[in-house]
């Protein structure tokens, strides 16, 4: 059904053969669904497609969240604007697992590229399996006893200090009050365990002190970072990504300003928790 290559040792699977486009059985989207449990990150390349076909691949893992903090298409609330111009450049360049600041945080993302850079912005993800099993035995076992705290307002904190920023995002704010996750997660389907912190929304261990929690969340942001742990995609026009946000981190790579880029987003909301 697909041809799919490798990206990289730990993750990441460009996918061929399949016209997005087209009406999709629920087999094909089976498929679809099993490539990225296994890949962690799946890729699309020259898929043209319409902002409700973007609906319908996203539906096809779950129901669909909406952001608190970004602008959205008309007519598909679902879908995020995720533009960067010379006047208004992305503020978000940390490694991070998307919207951890919830209590239910999101299964995966569709993203797709509308507007592309001739040179740069290219995106980073990363295994938090692979990060995982890159601790030994016993650090393993230290931290599947943790639990950590996640905060919407931390990590938005560049956009509250902006000019009427907290007045614009106030209700986001009162929606999304800190909530806790263990540090170590098991995947939902594959049962793999997995690092489930980050350096954009974690902001404490709150079974170690200040001292300890610090040095420790320290050693872990650096940990998530290992080249082998990771995969780089290159944008194009009509590029698709599908990540599964329960096993990864991503960082976009802002290395294009002032030219203009323009990503479209639909975010699926979480299954069993852990």
């Given at each position: 059904?697909?041809?799919?290559?490798?990206?990289?040792?730990?993750?990441?699977?460009?996918?061929?053969?399949?016209?997005?486009?087209?009406?999709?059985?629920?087999?094909?989207?089976?498929?679809?669904?099993?490539l990225?449990?296994?890949?962690?990150v799946?890729?699309?390349?020259?898929?043209?497609?319409?902002?409700?076909?973007?609906?319908?691949?996203?539906?096809?893992?779950?129901?669909?969240?909406?952001?608190?903090?970004?602008?959205?298409?008309?007519?598909?609330?679902?879908?995020?604007?995720?533009?960067?111009?010379?006047e208004?450049?992305?503020?978000?360049?940390?490694?991070?697992?998307?919207?951890t600041?919830?209590?239910?945080?999101?299964?995966?993302?569709?993203?797709?590229?509308?507007?592309?850079?001739?040179?740069?912005?290219?995106?980073?993800?990363?295994?938090?399996?692979?990060?995982?099993?890159?601790?030994?035995?016993?650090?393993?076992?230290?931290?599947?006893?943790?639990?950590?705290?996640?905060?919407?307002?931390?990590?938005?904190?560049?956009?509250?200090?902006e000019?009427?920023?907290?007045?614009?995002?106030?209700?986001?704010?009162?929606?999304?009050?800190?909530?806790?996750?263990?540090?170590?997660?098991?995947?939902?389907?594959?049962?793999?365990?997995?690092l489930?912190?980050?350096?954009?929304?974690?902001?404490?261990?709150?079974?170690?002190?200040?001292?300890?929690?610090?040095?420790?969340?320290?050693?872990?942001?650096?940990?998530?970072?290992?080249?082998?742990?990771?995969?780089?995609?290159?944008?194009?026009?009509?590029?698709?990504?599908?990540?599964?946000?329960?096993?990864?981190?991503?960082?976009?790579?802002?290395?294009?300003?002032?030219a203009?880029?323009?990503?479209?987003r639909?975010?699926?909301?979480?299954?069993?928790p852990?």
């Amino acid at each position: 059904m697909f041809t799919v290559n490798l990206m990289g040792g730990a993750l990441g699977a460009e996918l061929h053969g399949i016209d997005l486009c087209q009406d999709l059985s629920a087999e094909v989207y089976q498929e679809i669904r099993r490539l990225l449990v296994e890949h962690q990150v799946i890729f699309f390349r020259d898929q043209d497609i319409s902002p409700a076909q973007h609906k319908a691949l996203a539906e096809s893992f779950g129901p669909l969240q909406t952001h608190p903090a970004y602008d959205t298409i008309e007519g598909f609330p679902e879908i995020t604007i995720l533009e960067s111009t010379a006047e208004n450049p992305s503020k978000i360049e940390a490694w991070h697992t998307d919207m951890t600041f919830r209590s239910h945080p999101p299964l995966g993302a569709v993203l797709r590229s509308k507007i592309c850079p001739a040179q740069g912005g290219d995106t980073l993800w990363a295994s938090m399996t692979a990060a995982f099993d890159g601790f030994s035995e016993s650090m393993q076992n230290f931290l599947c006893g943790l639990t950590a705290e996640h905060d919407f307002s931390y990590g938005f904190k560049e956009s509250l200090a902006e000019p009427g920023g907290r007045e614009r995002l106030a209700q986001a704010v009162a929606d999304n009050p800190p909530v806790q996750h263990p540090v170590i997660r098991t995947h939902p389907e594959n049962g793999k365990k997995v690092l489930f912190v980050n350096s954009l929304f974690t902001t404490r261990i709150l079974d170690l002190n200040k001292n300890e929690s610090e040095a420790l969340l320290s050693f872990l942001f650096e940990h998530v970072t290992t080249p082998e742990y990771s995969c780089r995609f290159h944008w194009q026009p009509n590029s698709i990504a599908i990540w599964d946000n329960r096993s990864t981190q991503h960082k976009p790579i802002n290395d294009y300003f002032p030219a203009h880029r323009r990503l479209e987003r639909i975010t699926i909301d979480g299954d069993t928790p852990y």
